[in-house]
């Protein structure tokens, strides 16, 4: 018997009719069209399904769907603030090669969201114990911690005029 | 090769693929999900080797959703090749789509086909199978024995699965003769597995014309078309093969997998589209690993540390079925004619089946292996002759003119480069002239090691490659490169456009790639074997430079000029006497004065042979004696790779490699239990891989010492080699901090302990 | 995954009533990071399940004069981000710290993780090292029970049908006290014990005047190994009783082997932890 949940995923509020049984996972991917959040093991051990819960940052196969009513939901696609303006961690992730097959990078995008929201700058210890849950095969992570501790210090800049600070230069 | 101005090729630009990625835009097989879709399901065997005497799966298709249900009764019964490379003479067609028989644990006996993932799988449990139990050889020792169970009615006798691998050069026993110094020993290796992230998947769709459409994460889509069609009987533009962005492979990837085939046949009988995804388990279970080995090596040096007689005898264990052994053996044996020079080599090598999952390719396929032992023993040989292992390595690293494993002269000194660069980086003397012992832990070892390794780009001689692109110029001057190499996450689809633009003279954002559909772009071999930049790259080349013949046509017609006195750089064609004097490519393109607008189109076919690359490794790791723990601190990777096309992306991939490398050195092995054939770890929290935590920190650095003419102005592959260099280095190093030598990985700690212990009584036996 | 009935009672009655009235096969879901994980893999039937997570008043965190206090639906992540918890408490906050990754964490409740019993979970050392009691609601009426009595096997504990644990009470440190807990795994993180030792003190004068041992996954539940305490107990921790005292603890787990480790190495790895996580209770208690 399906119920009706609803929930806000990157801002929108949407009601998505499921199976008591079914994951958030599968409910984001399958119910709500939204497959930048993999399934890499679909028992908690990769990361790669990671979303952000009213702020927390959890592995979605290990939440039932029905267990997000009235929760505020992030996945990869709401990290970008515009169609054409990437997060700070999207772009350093490009620049720095942290991306090869891709499929762990979602999850490791939100994560690494979640640690610069709560530590703007984070130590290289913090970084490798943030990411520890979050498994990628492809990079060996060095590129990966190039790129937070990248956006982090781009993050954390004054706000600035870009293109003024260019045309100074 | 000799060019010095490159203007996009050596940068490391922004891969485009990416951008899909960091979105989350970019779709992989898994995220397609056409109306209607099906999932299936596979239920596989509870013993290791057994004839199926009955099977039923009536109450299967009873249950309420469930589509189909098939069996081996119900698919067709053509014996095919688990490693669907056509043009290889070394396949082994050992396979059925479903048998009567079932060789390993895990193996597939039916398919279901439900309206949800659920039903499908509530469908497996009420499928009745009853078994006659067949004796299982579960080791190569089992396999071997004289009159042991036959696991095929194929091949060449015994549990073989191909005639013994025996290669030959100079005279042995007159180099051992030479020797003042001979070592032997017994070198063993474990079961690492693949563990891409991207779960194998796969969806099929008939359409009205009885044309299959595909989806795959595939490295090698038109092998997989070939595959399909064969079995299927069906031509092979009726079977259109489509991937897109794929996570991952590592060489795993290429072989044609039993629920490809199931999944195909489950659409067919349910005219509706059917999606089938490994869970987590299956990919350790239906998957492929890196074969497990057991190799002897006899090495006979001189007191002046030159290396004069080599003896091997190397056994690869295959698993239930042939997949990649054949070209696994033939390189694997025949990488042990080179690395360190020897001019005395007998090598045999063989690989045989045993009732356990599939081995199949995996980065470094054979030669991860053979390396490991031949770089432990140089190490064995400089501790008992006195003298630094970096320098004897140096001393016996193949050099410019060394007949390399293919049978070709090694072209250039990059083994010996890379060895000198490292030992000056790592600052290796002065690190080794440390103490042993941890400034204030007492319980803490540390001991610095090198290991060394050289890879071919390509497949060659085993299998003759063909390396295809097509270049459209499209009259606006922007560019289409159409390719059937798979982008399973290296960059190479970057690469190929960087090659494509520096040599058309244009940028590289101008540069798009079509790829992963094998109803448009030209044939492909697959992404494997270190081989795209070498193989396709020197075909795009090609293709680019007929492009560009063309466009300097039109643009000397146009500024009215000869077209030997007019260049093309950044998209400008020009008078090469004065540049001031030109037209943008759009401009040469397009209409303009009674000449119509024209659309270039150039293909072109590349049949390479082989090029080598080399690595040296420098490795500090910590032991823990009372743990046994082992710390990977610091690696130092020099690498030759001749010409970089893409700095970071070659990085990249070097890193990854030494990842999974001290993975299969320390903590990876997919463990089968030897008496009936279970796994016993099969998820990733007991099948250990470096996580965040565990890595150490890597100092890249990339020489490009020894580039090769086969490959775009003499670039060479990278994939594979980080992934050699780095077991034997971490063992080597190990022995530095501890006195204990290791044959085997991974290098548990508990075999720390032991070896520490066994040091130990040997040391008080002594007193 | 496999289909299941899912319900959501209001309150420990109703949830009881569930759990006994819809028979077998229903089991009851607090943070399911174990539990989703065991019927995907086919470890468990399940039929229905039974969220407590609608219950009011079960995630309190309270730490004060009689120690600490956390309810049924504190996730180990809450616990240990609390900065009092790792101050005064950094032999759980370990044990929290390695449980699963950070994402588990965020769901995981620290009761679920001791109510599932397993022999090798981080947070039970630390818990039996420092005397904690679980408390339990039950339609006749719940029970404080000392964790150390309340495990009967791998996966099960004294709890009778119907009854559901409700929270955790840990003892304030006494002055003078130090705790420790050590896992031994492959690797940093993301991993299951292999073996973990959990020691407190409680010291005066140079001298111990109370030590609990508390060994995990070399047993079919966590142990403690009262000869070691024994040992320990009264003795002036010189190096040489703490090695008689990590000596004795290897002869009083019972380890297995498998595919983690072997029961020797793992007999070993408790007279090396022992050691060293009594070394460094004694640390934190000067």
Known sequence: ?????????????????????????????????????????????????????????????????????????RTVEGMQAGP?????????????????????????????????????????????????????????????????????????????????????? | MTRQDFRIVGQSVKRADVLEKVTGEGLYTGDYAPAGLLHGKIKRSEIAHARIVRIDASKALALPGVKAVLTHADVPRVLHYGSPHPRSASCTRDQYILDDKVRFWGEGVAAVAAISEEIADEALDLIEVEYEPLPAVCDIDAAQVPGAPLIHG????????????????????????????????????????????????????????????????????????????????????????????????????????????????LAKQTRRPVKMEFTRRETFVAGRSRHPFRLW????????????????????????????????????????????????????????????PIAGAYRGYGVVQTYFAIDIQMDEAAERLGVDPAELKLKNAVRDGDIAPSGHPIIGDGLPACIREGITRFDWAAKRAQPREHPTNPAIRRGWGIGCEMHGSSAYPGIKEQGNATVKMNEDGSVTLLTGAAGLGTGAHTALAQIVAEELGVA??????????????????????????????????????????????????????????????????????NPEQGITVHEAMGPSRGI????????????????????????????????GLVEVKHVLPVHDIGKVIHPIAAQGQIEGGIQQGIGHTLTEDYVIDRTNGRSLNAGLVDYKMPLSMDMPHIETVILEAAPDPGGPWGAKGVGEDPIIAIGPA?????????????????ITPEDVLKGLRAKEETTNAGL | MRRFEYHEPGTLAEASDLLTGLGEGTFLLAGGTDLLVEIRERLRRVHHLVNIKRITDLDAVTLDGEGLRFGALVTAGTLERHPEVARLYPNLWAGLRSLGSIQVRNRATVVGNICRASPSADTIPPLVADGAEIETWAPNGGRRIALADFFTGPGRSVLAPGEIATGIRVPPPATGSGRAYIKHGRR????????????????????????????????????????????????????????????????ECTPISNVRSSANYRRDMVGVLTRRAVTLALEAAA
Request: charged letters at 20%; proline letters at 4%.
């Open chain 1, 1 to 73: 018997m399906k119920t009706l949940v609803t929930l806000t995923v990157n801002g929108e509020e949407r009601s998505l009719a499921v199976e008591g049984y079914r994951s958030l996972l599968d409910t984001l991917r399958e119910e709500a069209g939204l497959t930048g959040t993999k399934k890499g093991c679909d028992v908690g051990d990769c990361g790669a399904c990671t979303v952000i819960v009213d702020g927390e940052p959890v592995n979605a196969c290990l939440m039932l769907a029905v267990e997000a009513a009235g929760r505020d939901v």
């Open chain 3, 188 to 251: 940093r993180a993301m991993e299951l014990a292999t073996v973990g030792v959990a020691v407190s003190l409680e010291t005066a004068d140079g001298r111990c005047t109370a030590a609990r041992i508390a060994l995990g996954a070399v047993g079919p539940t966590v142990l403690r190994a009262p000869g070691a305490e024994a040992i320990l107990t009264g003795s002036r921790l010189e190096a040489g009783i703490v090695a008689a005292a990590a000596e004795q603890a290897m002869l």
């Open chain 2, 508 to 577: 590289f954002e101008s540069v798009s790639v079509v790829h992963g559909d094998t109803d448009v772009v030209p044939w492909d071999i697959g992404a494997f074997a270190s081989h795209t930049t070498y193989l396709v790259g020197s075909a795009a080349k090609m293709a680019a430079a007929k492009v560009r013949a063309s466009v300097l046509r039109r643009g000397a017609e146009r500024l009215q000029a000869r077209v030997e006195d007019v260049d093309l750089v950044d998209g400008r064609v020009f008078l090469t006497a």
């Open chain 1, 84 to 169: 054409d303006a990437l997060h700070p961690l999207q772009e350093a992730f490009m620049e720095h090669g942290a991306s090869q097959c891709g499929f762990c990078t979602p999850g490791i995008l939100l994560m690494a969201q979640s640690l610069l929201e709560r530590n703007p700058d984070p130590s290289d210890e913090e970084i490798r114990f943030g990411l520890s849950g979050n498994i990628c095969r492809c990079t060996g992570y060095t590129k990966i911690f190039d790129a937070i501790r990248t956006a982090a210090r781009r993050m954390a800049a004054p706000p600035a005029d870009a293109s003024g600070l260019e045309a100074a230069e």
């Open chain 2, 730 to 746: 971490i063992a080597n190093a190990i022995h530095d901090a501890i006195g204990v030598r290791f044959h085997h990985y991974p």
């Open chain 2, 154 to 265: 194929v091949g060449p006798g015994g549990n073989l699965v191909i005639p013994p691998v025996h290669v030959e050069r100079g005279n042995v026993e007159k180099g051992f003769a030479e020797a003042d110094l001979i070592l032997e020993g017994t070198f063993e290796g474990g079961r690492p597995v693949p563990t891409y992230m991207e779960p194998n998947v796969c969806i099929a769709d008939w359409d009205g014309s009885n044309k299959l459409t595909f989806w795959t994460s595939t490295q090698s889509s038109f092998m997989v078309r070939g595959a399909l069609a064969e079995v299927l009987g069906l031509p092979l533009n009726k079977v259109r093969v489509l991937v897109d962005h794929m996570g991952g492979g590592f060489g795993a990837k290429q072989d044609l997998f039993q629920h490809e085939f199931l999944c195909a046949l």
């Open chain 2, 596 to 627: 119509p607008a024209e659309h270039l189109i150039e293909t072109a076919s590349y049949m390479p042979t082989k090029s080598y690359s080399f690595a040296a490794h420098f490795v500090e790791v910590a032991v823990d004696t009372e743990t």
């Open chain 2, 297 to 356: 090596l006899r090495q006979g040096f001189r007191k002046d540390g030159t290396l004069v007689a080599r003896d091997m005898k190397l056994v690869f264990e295959s698993g239930a079925y042939g997949s990649h052994s054949p070209g696994v053996t033939n390189v694997g044996t025949a990488s042990a004619t080179s690395l360190y020079a020897c001019e005395n080599v007998r090598l045999n090598g063989r690989a045989v089946y045993t009732n356990t």
